[in-house]
C-alpha cells in the first residue's frame, strides 16, 4: 500500500512538474516614446499586447511602457532591444542617421502614398527584400509608416514655395531635412518628444509631422496651420520597426514563438499603418475644432515641390552608389512596390 501511495505521489509530482512546465508564463516588457493616446500605441501596440496575450491564454504578458519610462532616448531604441535592455520596442531607424541607409529609400519626398497602410504594405516587402541583414540582431515583427506628413506652423498657412523660407522647422529624418532645405527653410532636427517644447520656446516656427501626433503634441495650441500637399502621395513620410530581443524570442518555447509569429509580418505591419490612418483622421478633427487653418498645396505649387523632391532623390542616389549600394534599383523597387501596394488596395 505505502508503495503503491509513493508511486501515486511521484505520478502526481511528475505530472505537476509537467504541467508547470507546459503552462510557463512570460513577461515581454516593450517600450515606446510617446503618448499612450497617440495613434499607433492606442490603434496597434496596445491591441497587439492584447491579442498576444489573449491567443497565449495569458501566458504571454507584454506590458507597454510610453515615454521611454525604462531608460534612454527614443534614439537609442534600436540598441536598447539588441542588448537585451528592454524586451521589445518601436523603432525609427532613421533616429541614428547613416546606420540604415537603405531604409532611406521609403522616407525620400512623394515615395510612398499617403495611406499609411499601403505604404506599410510596401515597407514590408521592402524589408524582407533589402534590410534582413541590417536588422538580424533583433526579431523583427512589423515594418511600417506613418500617415502623411504635412507642415505644422505657426501663422498662416503656406500658400507658396517662398512662404518656406527661412522658417526654423522641425525634421524627423535626414530625407525630410533635405527636402526642407531645398524648399528654403531652415530644418532643424528633432525627435518628436522634444517638438513641443521647442514650438513653445520659439525655437522653431513650426514642422513636418502627422495629423495623428498632433493632438498628443498639442499641436491645437503651439501651432495655427496645417498645410498638406495635393494629390494621393505623401510630402515625407517616416519609417518604423516594432522588434523584439532575439535572444528573448528564441528563448520562448515553442507555442508561445507561435503566438508571436502569428501575429507578426505582413499582417501585423498592414495593422500598424491601418493604425496611423485611424489615428490621422482623428488628429485632423481636433485641429479643424481648434480653429486652426487647414490648407492644401494647389496642384502648380505641389508639382514645384515635387521638382525639388526629385533632384533630393537624384542626389540620393548619387551619393549613395558612390558608397556602394544598389541606389537606383532601391528606389525603382521601392516605387514598384508602392505602386503594387496602391493597386492591390484598389483591387485592380
Known amino acids: 500500500m505505502t508503495r503503491t501511495l509513493r508511486i501515486v505521489s511521484i505520478a502526481l509530482a511528475t505530472g505537476l512538474l509537467a504541467s508547470t512546465a507546459l503552462a510557463q508564463e512570460v513577461t515581454l516588457r516593450f517600450q515606446h516614446f510617446v503618448s499612450p493616446n497617440s495613434a499607433n ?7 497587439w499586447a492584447d491579442k498576444v496575450a489573449a491567443e497565449s491564454d495569458g ?7 510610453p515615454f521611454m519610462q525604462l531608460g534612454g532616448t527614443a534614439p537609442d531604441q534600436f540598441d536598447l532591444i539588441q542588448d537585451g535592455v528592454i524586451d521589445g520596442g518601436w523603432v525609427i531607424p532613421g533616429y541614428q542617421a547613416g546606420r540604415f541607409p537603405e531604409a532611406e529609400v521609403l522616407e525620400l519626398p512623394f515615395m510612398v502614398t499617403k495611406s499609411a497602410e499601403e505604404a506599410s504594405v510596401a515597407a514590408w516587402h521592402f524589408t524582407q527584400k533589402y534590410l534582413a541583414d541590417d536588422f538580424e540582431n533583433v526579431h523583427l515583427i512589423a515594418a511600417h509608416m506613418h500617415g502623411r ?5 505657426t501663422g498662416p498657412a503656406i500658400e507658396t514655395v517662398e512662404d518656406l523660407a527661412g522658417l526654423k522647422l522641425r525634421g524627423p529624418s535626414r530625407p525630410a531635412t533635405l527636402l526642407l532645405e531645398k524648399l528654403g527653410a531652415e530644418p532643424i532636427g528633432l525627435p518628436v518628444p522634444a517638438f513641443p517644447d521647442a514650438l513653445s520656446k520659439g525655437v522653431v516656427d513650426g514642422g513636418v509631422i502627422t495629423w495623428e501626433m498632433s493632438p498628443s503634441l498639442k499641436l491645437d495650441e503651439l501651432t495655427d496651420s496645417h498645410t498638406d500637399v495635393a494629390g494621393d502621395r ?3 513620410n517616416l519609417y518604423f520597426i516594432w522588434a523584439m530581443n532575439k535572444d528573448v524570442y ?8 507561435a503566438v508571436i509569429d502569428a501575429n507578426s509580418g505582413l499582417m501585423a505591419s498592414a495593422w500598424a499603418g491601418r493604425a496611423h490612418d485611424t489615428g490621422d483622421a482623428e488628429g485632423k478633427k481636433v485641429m479643424q475644432a481648434a480653429g486652426n487653418q487647414i490648407a492644401t498645396l494647389s496642384d502648380a505649387e505641389t508639382a514645384r515641390i515635387k521638382a525639388l523632391g526629385d533632384e533630393v532623390i537624384a542626389e540620393w542616389i548619387i551619393e549613395k ?3 556602394g549600394l544598389p541606389a537606383q534599383q532601391l528606389v525603382d523597387d521601392a516605387r514598384a512596390l508602392v505602386a503594387a501596394a496602391q493597386d492591390g488596395a484598389s483591387g485592380s
Do not use: A, M, N
Open 59 to 65: 501566458r504571454i504578458k507584454v506590458e507597454i511602457y
Open 250 to 257: 528564441e528563448s520562448l518555447p515553442d507555442d508561445l514563438r
Open 41 to 47: 500605441p492606442k490603434h496597434f501596440i496596445q491591441p
Open 149 to 153: 506628413g504635412l507642415v505644422h506652423k
Open 321 to 323: 552608389t558612390e558608397k
Open 234 to 236: 505623401s510630402l515625407y
